[in-house]
C-alpha cells in the first residue's frame, strides 16, 4: 500500500534518481579529488590529469613533466587542458543538479527539470571527451594493469550519468492536475 502511493504521487523515482546522483558524485569525488586524478598511482609511474612523472633509470626516483616537456613527449598543452575542463567541468554541473531536481520536484516546474537534465547531459558529455582525449594523449605509457581504482570510479560515474539522464527523461515530474486527479481517487 506505502509502495504504490510512493510510486502514484511520483516520490519513488524521485528518490532513486536522488541516489544514484549522490553515488555518481561519491565516484567522481573519489576519483578526481581524493585519488587527485591520477589515473595510474603507482612507485615508478604517476599519470593522472595534473600529474605526469615517469621513471628515469638514470635518477633512480620518478621524474615529473611540466609543458615544455610534455609537448616534447606528445601531450599538446591545448589537449590537456581541454581533458582537464571536460572532466573537472562534468564534476561542476553534476555538482549543481540536486537543486533544480528538488525545485522541479517541489514546485512540480518542468522547466527546472529540464535544466537538471541539461545539466546532467552536459555532464555527461564532458566527462566522456575529457576521460577520452586524456586517454588518447597518455595511453603509450599506460598498461591496463597499471591503471588504478580511479579510471573505473570515473568510468562507473559515466554510465550512472547515462543512466540518470534516461531516468529523469523518463520520469519528470507530474502537473498539479495530475495530482489533485490522484487525490481524489
Known sequence: MAFSRLWRNNHLPFVGIMILLAAALCL???????????LADLPSLRIGF???????EDMGSLACYNFPELDVLGIPQ????LARLGVYGALVLT?????????????????EWRLAVCFLAASSILLAGGLSLFLSFVWKWLRLSFLGPALPALCLAQLLLIFLLVATVRFPPRDKEDKNQWENC
Open 95 to 111: 555538482v549543481f543538479v540536486p537543486l533544480p531536481l528538488l525545485l522541479a520536484q517541489y514546485n512540480r516546474d518542468e522547466g
Open 50 to 56: 595534473y600529474n605526469f612523472c615517469l621513471w628515469k
Open 78 to 81: 591545448v589537449g590537456l587542458a
Open 28 to 38: 567522481m569525488f573519489y576519483a578526481l579529488l581524493w585519488k587527485a586524478g591520477n
